[in-house]
């Protein structure tokens, strides 16, 4: 039985109402001597993993965070790392930046550093991450970009988030409602996070705007301090 957390947010990281999932998140890690690690890959096609990983470690160490790192992680052969792999199996919150989320999937896939993220887990870290960071983390997430359905890193079997959901995500939902009949769809809106900190591993809703469940047909809204089971 796994013992750690999972934070899921809808993207617009870094920001306004984004502090109430974060500040639970560094809580649930430990508090704020916490070690925090930041992973950029998804950022990283685009070149931009330094500047958006600057600006997660000034969000998190303004938040009161004091152990907030930036790992060099960006690609399939930096995931492979061993003083990479060493540092996350240390973190206690371990976040995944938004950005391209087929990079980012492939990779962490197989390598030793999603091993050591997994291990983190186990032990009682939370895993989480931000539009892209939270898709990889389902069984299937949606690559805009070849815009097809790809494998996940499963650590929420059954699922697939909808991230940006109150702007362009929720364009998603119907196609993917076809492509994944007996998965829940979870959209969640912008500046809006969810973690299953709830009696009995229940979700509950942080931050601004809601979460949308789409399952068998049936569609649910869960809004700040909503619960739900996945």
């Known amino acids: 039985m796994s013992k ?18 974060d ?14 690690a930041i992973i950029p890959a998804a950022a990283a096609p685009d070149h931009n993993h330094q500047r958006a990983g600057g600006n997660g470690m000034r969000w998190f160490t303004g938040l009161g965070a004091r152990q907030v790192s930036l790992q060099p992680l960006i690609d399939r052969e930096s995931a492979d790392q061993s003083a990479i792999a060493e540092a996350l199996r240390g973190s206690r919150l371990v976040y995944l930046l938004g950005g391209f989320p087929a990079h980012l999937g492939r990779s962490l896939a197989g390598s ?5 993220i997994l291990e983190a887990y186990q032990s009682g870290a939370v895993v989480g991450g931000s539009s892209a960071g939270a898709m990889v983390l389902c069984q299937h997430y949606y690559d805009p970009e070849s815009k097809s359905l790809l494998q996940g890193l499963n650590l929420l079997p ?5 991230p940006h959901h109150d702007t362009f995500g929720k364009g998603w939902a119907a196609h993917l409602s076809d492509l994944l009949p ?12 969810m973690i299953d900190d709830a009696p009995g591993g ?8 809601a979460v949308t469940l789409y399952r068998a047909g049936v569609t649910s809204v869960y809004h700040p301090g909503g619960q739900f089971t996945l």
């Open 4 to 21: 750690g957390y999972i934070l899921l947010e809808g993207g617009s990281e870094f920001g306004g109402k984004m502090a109430e999932p």
């Open 158 to 162: 059954g699922t697939c988030v909808l």
């Open 112 to 116: 030793l550093s999603w091993q050591a």
């Open 23 to 36: 500040l639970r998140a560094i809580h649930l890690a430990g508090g704020f001597a916490a070690p925090i």
């Open 202 to 209: 229940q979700w509950n809703v942080y931050g601004k705007g």
């Open 182 to 193: 007996d998965s829940t769809l979870v959209g969640i809106d912008e500046q809006t996070g």
